[in-house]
């Protein structure tokens, strides 16, 4: 019998059970943030729609400038160290904020300097997070600890939401980015408290000119994989739509469709809690019909329903951004629960944190793309013009993955293979020899979508 089947992970894994509070808390602040700092902009600092694009540009912008370097360095050291230092400086980031408020010193300058500040420390966290869960959970119970994170992340989501919006509502949306700064607090503590000590990287001491060819393997392994050059492609393209109707959302809402602040959190909130579905039937589909399959129905089936939230209208109406909302977030989170084993049991491990980095480069990269262009789109041609635009770009990112091998087979790949990456034979440890093939997972255990092979957002 497999570890993973004795007893819930959360109730007889510590050190996972203190990961998981502090990722839950973190993404419950980071929630509050997203539906804050926009109301920030909109209703203290009167930006427009491309202001508040360019303020979620900024936040994802690091990864276009850093990410594949961090991806090599995460690879030469230990990576609990790494998170705790990230956590820290978005907390004073955050904490930053009201106080400059109160010393009447905010201003767009100061949101975007923030956002970008924050945005590059989040690049540090996410690709040593993306390498250090493989590290505590055994094989067979990275599949449940995945869908754990990824539901609990999404049930923080909407609560975040809703408190962002309510926060916003009775005592100001400068007051929401408190809230924030404290889960990054309850995060430093989480993560202070795992015992778990990761051995020092095999090959960590390595010739100074080394950094630009260990770069250039991990994105050797992408490009020159067909599984991953598929979901990265799709991940880069999927983002482009996805950020190009969020970074408005809030904006539409608000100015579009007349809602009230706290109406507007608890839209977004409730849109959100297809996430917590989603989680809850990956590895219930994926189970069931493959997860190859389960991935083309969670990422351009259900992705449909987007074209639903340009046809919000106030009152009763909001309903068809609740619905649209729900089914994209659950095709998410589903999607990403689905790819996170998958490249976690896939990937050598020696080269996982630069999987992560030179995935996270070419998907993250098209989000400030999309932010950008959801901001112009809705400046030039109006709002629900530019919902119209973005929103269908969302299920049209799928066919990549049905013209792909994912379309053409019931599951994704347990193991990699040297001969799919010609260019990589020997490189696929530090040691110089290719990591050892893990035996094929048992179908109850979806492979998941993986943050770095995928897209990771997690849209409201």
């Excluded at 109730?11 to 602040?29: N, S, V, Y």
Aim: with cysteine; hydrophobic share 50%; proline share 7%.
């Amino acid at each position: 019998m497999s570890r993973g089947t004795r007893g819930g992970l959360l109730r007889r894994h510590r050190d996972f059970r203190l990961l998981w509070c502090g990722e839950t808390a973190g993404k419950f602040g980071a929630s509050v943030t997203g539906v804050a700092m926009p109301l920030i902009a909109v209703s203290d600092l009167h930006a427009g729609p491309f202001e508040v694009g360019l303020l979620t540009a900024a936040s994802w912008a690091p990864w276009l400038v850093i990410g594949l370097p961090v991806g090599a360095w995460v690879d030469r050291c230990r990576r609990r160290p790494v998170m705790t230092a990230a956590a820290s400086v978005s907390l004073v980031l955050f904490a930053g904020v009201p106080v400059a408020a109160r010393a009447g010193q905010l201003s767009m300058g100061l949101l975007l300097a923030v956002a970008l500040l924050a945005g590059t420390a989040t690049v540090f966290f996410q690709t040593a997070y993306s390498a250090y869960l493989p590290g505590i959970l055994e094989p067979a119970d990275q599949p449940e600890g995945n869908a754990k994170l990824h539901g609990s992340a999404s049930a923080a989501q909407i609560a975040g939401q809703s408190s962002g919006g309510l926060i916003a509502q009775c005592a100001g949306a400068v007051n929401g980015m408190f809230a924030n700064a404290a889960t990054f607090l309850v995060s430093l503590l989480c993560l202070s408290g795992i015992r778990h000590r990761e051995p020092r990287p095999a090959g960590a001491a390595r010739r100074p000119g080394s950094l630009a060819g260990e770069i250039g393997e991990g994105l050797r392994l992408v490009v020159g994989d067909p599984w991953l050059r598929t979901l990265t492609l799709f991940g880069a393209v999927s983002n482009l739509a996805l950020m190009g109707y969020q970074s408005i959302l809030v904006v539409f809402l608000a100015r579009t469709v007349g809602l009230a602040p706290g109406t507007v959190g608890a839209v977004v909130a409730a849109a959100g809690s297809g996430g917590i579905a989603g989680a809850f039937l990956a590895r219930r589909v994926a189970a069931r019909t493959g997860t190859a399959r389960a991935t083309l129905f969670f990422e351009l089936g259900l992705p449909v329903c987007a074209l639903l939230i340009p046809l919000t209208t106030g009152g009763a109406g909001v309903l068809l951004c609740v619905a649209g909302g729900f089914c994209v977030s659950a095709g998410v989170v589903a999607g990403n629960v689905v790819k996170a084993s998958f490249q976690q049991r896939y990937c050598p491990p020696g080269l996982l944190g630069r999987l992560t980095a030179s995935t996270a480069f070419l998907n993250y990269g098209t989000i400030p793309l999309g932010a950008l262009l959801g901001g112009a789109l809705g400046s030039a041609l109006g709002l629900r013009t530019a919902m119209w635009i973005t929103t269908a770009g969302v299920p049209l990112a799928g066919l990549i993955l049905l013209f792909s091998p994912v379309g053409r087979t019931r599951d994704l790949p347990t193991a990699w293979r040297p001969e799919t990456t010609p260019a990589l034979r020997g490189e696929a440890s530090p040691q110089g020899e290719a990591a050892p093939r893990s035996e094929a997972a048992p179908r109850s255990e979806a492979a998941p979508r993986g943050e770095a092979a995928s897209r990771q957002l997690s849209p409201p």
